[in-house]
């Protein structure tokens, strides 16, 4: 195990401008030795780079390759692996913390990883914490190794991986461009670039992206694209949890939070994946200053036996907690659907966001007007019921019952929507709030 501060290019940068550099720590694993299995000398290299970390106030970036602990070594390893994650985990909240993982994670190491603000995984990476053999001895049912651990599975199915790459200079790559968005440590703001695209660039393209059809389905990520600098955004965890979008962008050469529904999706429904996933990200933004752009789409909670048995009124109760906690900036913008309780917890005006803005064309309600008709006129007959669905859509499903009550504080037009998230993050941007003191709060895991 090596430690060093090392320099990071942030690759972001358009051509033509100065890609800057970061100061980071790096801890590296050996994995020429043992396969990197982790001595307590080795412990105590990771704890010292954490502690070097925090002491520095720079970003610490772990470099893993590792069999897990040291059989070898005994308990001494197992000690220094208690202590690395100890001083890890002193850093959460302080400094970015980021893994790099290029091969091998396993047994108590990988723990690192659940500690991590952002994991990156080159494509022949896994990690677990129980191996094939042990899960086949348990279970009954083989199985491999990158079918239990690998890169994509936990891109995919456990969301333990934020960003997949071909090899580890990609994965140095992404993360330099995950830091260009982050400042060194909480106590920083984010670094600003030059706003070399106008912030006043109209998005005429937004107009029509919304289908007329309230069931048809449009990509989120295009309003994100369109509102971005340069249309960049770096997504993370793209691929789990897809009916919600997280990720980085700059509007106005402002490093910003995206959260958004994403309607191509299982419709934008929130279930227990995509309320962690919400809930992570927006406690990874505003530790460490990063304003958060909530785009809302979403006709509620997913509805099921199995959600509810596991937990479903936990999780949900994570994203309400994390908005409810945040104190950077917040601008939520209701494209379409913002119903129910899934409306709350989408950072809406009862959550504490600053600025509520809505297109023409948003419905914000305690339900869809179909719903709303079967339970308040379930006696009517059909001819009946389509009448009144049709006056409930004409008279409630509109953002100007909201907007008149305070719940929305400007309807904005699709073409402008740029512009006004630009004017909303610029006023913000002196935004402070005094946090009373306490240990630490006992919200919902």
């Not at 190491?109 to 348990?138: H, I, N, Q, R, W």
């Not at 400042?183 to 007329?212: G, Y």
């Not at 600053?354 to 297109?359: E, M, N, S, V």
Request: aromatic share 4%; proline share 7%; with cysteine.
């Amino acid at each position: 195990m090596s430690l060093a501060v090392e320099e990071l290019a942030d690759g972001t940068a358009d051509a033509g401008h100065h890609h800057p550099r970061r100061r980071v720590v790096v801890a590296r694993s050996d994995a020429s030795r043992r396969r990197g299995a982790l001595s307590g000398a080795d412990g105590a290299t990771l704890a010292e780079a954490a502690r070097l970390a925090r002491a520095q106030r720079l970003p610490l970036v772990l470099v893993l390759a590792s069999s897990g602990s040291d059989v070898t070594a005994g308990v001494e390893a197992l000690d220094g692996w208690g202590r690395a994650a100890a001083a890890v985990s002193a850093c959460s909240g302080v400094v970015p913390v980021i893994v790099v993982v290029t091969g091998p994670a396993v047994s108590g190491p990988a723990l690192l990883l659940g500690l991590a603000d952002v994991v990156v995984m080159t494509e022949d990476a896994f990690a677990y914490l129980s191996g094939p053999k042990m899960v086949e001895s348990f279970t009954g049912v083989p199985v491999g190794l990158h079918q239990l651990g690998g890169a994509a599975v936990h891109a995919r199915t456990s969301g333990v991986c934020a960003l997949e790459a071909t090899g580890p200079d990609e994965a140095l790559a992404l993360v330099a461009a995950v830091l260009g968005h982050l400042p060194d440590h909480a106590d920083a703001l984010p670094p600003l670039r030059p706003a070399d695209d106008p912030p006043d660039r109209t998005t005429p393209e937004l107009s029509d992206l919304v289908p007329a059809s309230a069931n048809a389905s449009y990509d989120v990520r295009d309003v994100v694209h369109a509102v971005a600098d340069h249309g960049d955004l770096l997504e993370l965890r793209p691929l789990w949890a897809p009916q919600l979008v997280t990720a980085l962008a700059r509007v106005g050469g402002m490093p910003v939070g995206v959260v958004a529904n994403q309607p191509r999706a299982m419709a934008g429904t929130l279930d227990i994946a995509a309320s962690q996933k919400a809930a992570r990200f927006v406690r990874f933004c505003d530790a460490f200053n990063l304003p958060i752009v909530t785009l809302v789409d979403t006709p509620g909670f997913l509805p099921g036996k199995d959600l509810e048995w596991r937990g479903m009124i936990r999780h949900g109760a994570e994203l309400a907690f994390a908005y409810a906690e945040a104190s950077v900036p917040r601008v939520c913008l209701v494209l379409r659907k913002a119903y129910g309780g899934a409306y709350i917890v989408m950072d809406s005006r009862g959550m504490g966001n600053d600025l509520c803005l809505a297109w023409p064309g948003a419905e914000i309600a305690v339900m869809g007007a179909q719903g709303a008709v079967e339970i308040l006129h379930r006696r009517d007959d059909p001819a009946t019921r389509a009448v009144r669905q049709r006056e409930y859509e004409e008279r409630l499903l509109t953002p100007w019952v909201a907007a008149e009550r305070g719940f929305v504080d400007e309807v904005v037009e699709p073409a402008a929507t740029r512009l006004a998230l630009w004017q909303a993050l610029t006023m913000l941007a002196s935004r402070r709030e005094l946090l009373p003191g306490r240990k630490h709060d006992a919200g919902p895991l």
